[in-house]
């Protein structure tokens, strides 16, 4: 599969940098609110990138020797990261049928399902505010390293209405409590409060320490298997679904072991740790 042909998009930008995917919202002007065109070019981009997910097609080069990709970065241009619904798009809400709202509604969920979802390791950089749908954005990524000048709200509560589809993701980042308290308060959370509650991972003071972070990340997750960090989502979600009795669960994981063990991934890990080697999927130091 090649990697050409990207989507064709206004307001948000893709780069390709190795197997780094850089995707970056792209309406300063505007906060880099969420409009329905914005939405769905997102949904595109991710939707390309995770086609072309070195785990999903479980290389790490196509068929002309160029990368699959391994990490998405997920940035906002300007002052802010994104400052939620475009304000037309609420008008637009407050005048719709209650079936043009649910296809509105089901446009974000395959939005933040598409991140949280996502085959690569996904970082979030961000600056300035992530209100309602950007907060949903952040929520949905696996590493999020932000400015100190961050804030982060559910603020749909302000104007009377919840938090409902981006819940799932927010409530999975931080948890029952904390995720109702905020969706009630609806306020603003600063840097320290992120930090502490499990919105961000990790705090820099400039931009060139948010590439130097972002860097340091990516250098660390090319160690790890491709396949492993998208099949990591796997077993998480097997475990987020989890019904059934503890035996039969100790058993699914039984069953998960054996077939990662079994796999191509596997059985390279397996034979480069023995050979005391590095896997093929490890950058060599002249990369």
């Given at each position: 599969?090649?990697?050409?042909?990207?989507?064709t998009?206004?307001?948000v930008?893709?780069?390709?940098?190795?197997?780094?995917?850089?995707?970056?919202?792209?309406?300063?002007?505007?906060?880099?609110?969420?409009?329905?065109?914005?939405?769905?070019?997102?949904?595109?981009?991710?939707?390309?990138?995770?086609?072309?997910?070195?785990?999903?097609?479980?290389?790490?080069?196509?068929?002309?020797?160029?990368?699959?990709?391994?990490t998405?970065?997920?940035?906002?241009?300007g002052?802010?990261?994104?400052?939620?619904?475009?304000?037309?798009?609420?008008r637009?809400?407050?005048?719709?049928?209650?079936?043009?709202?649910?296809?509105?509604?089901?446009?974000?969920?395959?939005?933040?399902?598409?991140?949280?979802?996502?085959?690569?390791?996904?970082?979030?950089?961000?600056?300035?505010?992530?209100?309602?749908g950007?907060?949903?954005?952040?929520?949905?990524?696996?590493?999020?390293?932000?400015?100190?000048?961050?804030?982060?709200?559910?603020?749909?509560?302000?104007?009377?209405?919840?938090?409902?589809?981006?819940?799932?993701?927010?409530?999975?980042?931080?948890?029952?409590?904390?995720?109702?308290?905020?969706?009630?308060?609806?306020?603003?959370?600063?840097?320290?409060?992120a930090?502490?509650?499990?919105?961000?991972?990790?705090?820099?003071?400039?931009?060139?320490?948010?590439?130097?972070?972002?860097?340091?990340?990516?250098?660390?997750?090319?160690?790890?298997?491709?396949?492993?960090?998208?099949?990591?989502?796997?077993?998480?979600?097997?475990?987020?679904?989890?019904?059934?009795?503890?035996?039969?669960?100790?058993?699914?994981?039984?069953?998960?072991?054996?077939?990662?063990?079994?796999?191509?991934?596997?059985?390279?890990?397996?034979?480069?740790?023995?050979?005391?080697?590095?896997?093929?999927?490890?950058?060599?130091k002249?990369?």
């Open positions: 599969m090649k990697m050409d042909n990207p989507p998009t206004s307001m930008s893709l780069t390709i940098d190795g197997s780094q995917a850089n995707i970056t919202l792209t309406r300063p002007d505007k906060f880099n609110a969420m409009n329905v065109e914005l939405i769905q070019e997102l949904i595109a981009l991710l939707q390309w990138t995770a086609e072309r997910s070195a785990g999903a097609m479980d290389a790490l080069h196509d068929e002309n020797n160029q990368p699959y990709l391994r998405v970065v997920l940035r906002g241009e002052k802010h990261f994104c400052a939620g619904a475009d304000i037309n798009m609420m637009d809400a407050g005048a719709n049928t209650p079936e043009e709202n649910r296809a509105d509604s089901e446009r974000l969920d395959r939005l933040f399902n598409g991140l949280w979802s996502h085959p690569c390791f996904t970082i979030a950089a961000v600056q300035g505010v992530a209100l309602g950007g907060a949903g954005l952040i929520s949905c990524c696996d590493y999020v390293v932000a400015t100190p000048n961050i804030r982060i709200a559910l603020s749909e509560g302000k104007l009377g209405i919840l938090p409902a589809v981006i819940g799932p993701y927010v409530y999975r980042r931080l948890g029952s409590a904390t995720f109702r308290r905020l969706a009630m308060q609806a306020g603003r959370v600063g840097a320290e409060e930090l502490r509650i499990g919105f961000i991972e990790e705090l820099v003071d400039t931009k060139e320490g948010m590439e130097t972070a972002i860097e340091a990340i990516v250098n660390e997750v090319m160690t790890t298997g491709p396949s492993a960090v998208t099949l990591a989502k796997e077993l998480t979600l097997g475990f987020d679904r989890w019904t059934q009795s503890d035996e039969a669960l100790r058993n699914w994981t039984l069953d998960f072991t054996s077939r990662m063990r079994g796999s191509k991934e596997g059985q390279e890990g397996l034979s480069s740790f023995l050979e005391k080697r590095p896997p093929e999927w490890k950058p060599s002249e990369e």
